[in-house]
């Protein structure tokens, strides 16, 4: 007989990630739950994300992660708990997540917010790279700190925001004409779609090899220079792009003035 399905709370389950993680919640066959907050109400995008996760299976909770008695009951009626919440807003989230965590007693695995490239294996970081690196270190140290059974994703990069403008800085677009590359165009990468990231986590909620551990997604194909990514896109464009060098130096003056 098949072990029963845990029931997966996605927080932030509407979001860029999160609606990702909801299906792919579902496609596995998980009972999937997602927070219904009041103050969505005059909200209509919000709504209609909602009705959409509606159609699909999901189930609501009406809760609040910043109100903790709503919270600790939304927890003690699922299994797993998986955050989506977003980075910009700092960590202050997450802390009040694990803090109800703690107080309901029966969370099988916690999948904090992170997604990213593993910021402990960093040596290098600017801003705004580098306060995010020590948030998502601070909520993990804290996670660990906890005993709460976790679960890290480092997800590297997302192709959403990496793969069409060809790792360009200062745009979401593909180049028409030209294309900056840095350095020799030769370092690599790792490019992952948002929708692969979704289904690996959700695989691990229920997986003992991957308890207090953090995960890292590096599936070789996805693996790649900057110059490769520009050779693909070439080919499928059926143009050629002006290329032309950016020096370590000149990188690091345009990091420092975003």
Do not use: C
Not at 13 to 22: A, E, M, N, P, Q
Not at 216 to 238: A, C, D, F, M
């Amino acid at each position: 007989m098949a072990s029963e399905k845990s029931k997966v709370l996605v927080l932030g389950g509407t979001g860029y990630l999160g609606k990702r993680l909801v299906k792919a919640s579902l496609r596995e066959g998980h009972p999937t739950y997602v927070l219904q907050r009041n103050e969505n109400v005059m909200d209509i995008n919000k709504i209609q994300a909602l009705l959409r996760l509606k159609k699909r299976g999901v189930q609501f909770i009406e809760a609040s992660v910043s109100n903790h008695e709503s919270l600790v009951r939304a927890l003690k009626q699922v299994d797993v708990v998986v955050s989506a919440l977003p980075q910009t807003s700092g960590p202050s989230f997450e802390y009040k997540v694990m803090d109800a965590i703690k107080e309901a007693g029966n969370i099988k695995r916690y999948v904090p917010a992170e997604y990213s490239i593993d910021p402990s294996r960093r040596f290098h970081t600017l801003e705004p790279a580098k306060g995010l690196a020590e948030r998502i270190l601070a909520v993990r140290k804290a996670v660990q700190d906890s005993k709460i059974p976790y679960t890290s994703i480092s997800a590297n990069l997302f192709a959403g925001w990496y793969a069409p403008n060809l790792l360009q800085i200062d745009t979401l677009m593909p180049p028409k004409d030209k294309v900056s590359i840095y350095g020799d165009g030769n370092a690599k990468v790792i490019i992952l779609d948002e929708d692969d990231v979704a289904t690996y986590t959700i695989k691990t909620v229920d997986d003992p090899r991957t308890i207090n551990k953090i995960l890292h997604l590096v599936p070789p194909e996805n693996i790649v220079s900057q110059n490769e990514l520009i050779e693909i896109w070439e080919k499928l464009n059926g143009k050629k792009l002006e290329k032309s060098n950016v020096s370590r130096e000149d990188f690091l003056a345009m990091m420092e003035g975003i």
